[in-house]
């Protein structure tokens, strides 16, 4: 298995302009979750997905920032309009269900920097 | 609200030394806790430990809970370079699936 994919692994752009985050989950798990790290807040999560349906969003920042997963193999965290403090590692994740539904396996992260 | 702290928060050692770190919680319903690895990149999964005194092993990797006192051990022998990273411990919320990160330990590994 490839493991969870994320794209793209840097972005760079500037405040005020639309940024979409993409995420492919392992094949065959159940949830998956999208965190923000920074040196300042460590690993946040932001929301998390049960057979593609938001389950807690709590962690969401505000209104700009929008998660969605259309089907179980893809997922899209969106901020509109970026802001120079949502620069930070973008990590998603995703578990199987049963015994091991809490170990979680990250993706790369998408490094993101807004000027 | 679930808590967990690591300790120490840095730590520089030599190749070769033996290092342990550690994780304690507060937690609702405790269920498992979690050991993840993070060098430059995505945190990997190391340890999930859900009874008391079992230890778990991984080469020169290894983890016990304590349950009773709330709190776990990453001990790590024949330290390498290869094991500089920071070192993340998280345990499950209850009734739902997030888990609560401790802000993590770096360890710093000198040849």
């Known amino acids: 298995d490839a493991g969870v994919i994320q794209s793209p692994r840097h972005e760079v752009t500037e405040m005020g302009q639309e940024v979409t985050l993409r995420c492919k989950p392992i094949?065959?798990?159940?949830?998956l979750f999208w965190y923000r790290q920074t040196m300042m807040r460590g690993l946040e999560l932001l929301i998390y997905f049960n057979n593609n349906v938001p389950i807690d969003d709590s962690g969401m920042p505000e209104d700009r920032f929008s998660a969605k997963m259309p089907n179980a193999s893809f997922s899209t965290l969106k901020i509109q309009p970026s802001e120079p403090r949502d620069s930070a590692v973008y990590f998603c994740a995703s578990s199987p269900g049963g015994y091991y539904q809490e170990t979680q396996y990250f993706g790369p992260g998408t490094r993101l920097l807004v000027l | 609200e679930d808590k967990v702290v690591q300790s120490p928060l840095s730590l520089v050692v030599h190749e070769g030394d033996t290092v342990t770190l550690n994780c304690s919680y507060e937690?609702?319903?405790?269920?498992?806790l979690l050991w993840y690895k993070q060098e430059k990149k995505a945190p990997t999964f190391l340890f999930m430990l859900t009874s008391s005194g079992i230890e778990k092993k991984s080469g020169r990797l290894s983890s016990i809970l304590d349950k009773k006192e709330l709190f776990s051990i990453l001990n790590i022998t024949a330290t390498q370079t290869g094991d500089s990273a920071v070192y993340l411990c998280a345990v499950p919320n209850f009734g739902n699936e997030k888990l609560t990160f401790g802000t993590g330990t770096r360890l710093t590994i000198i040849p």
């Open positions: 094949s065959g798990h159940d949830y």
């Open positions: 937690v609702t319903n405790f269920r498992s």
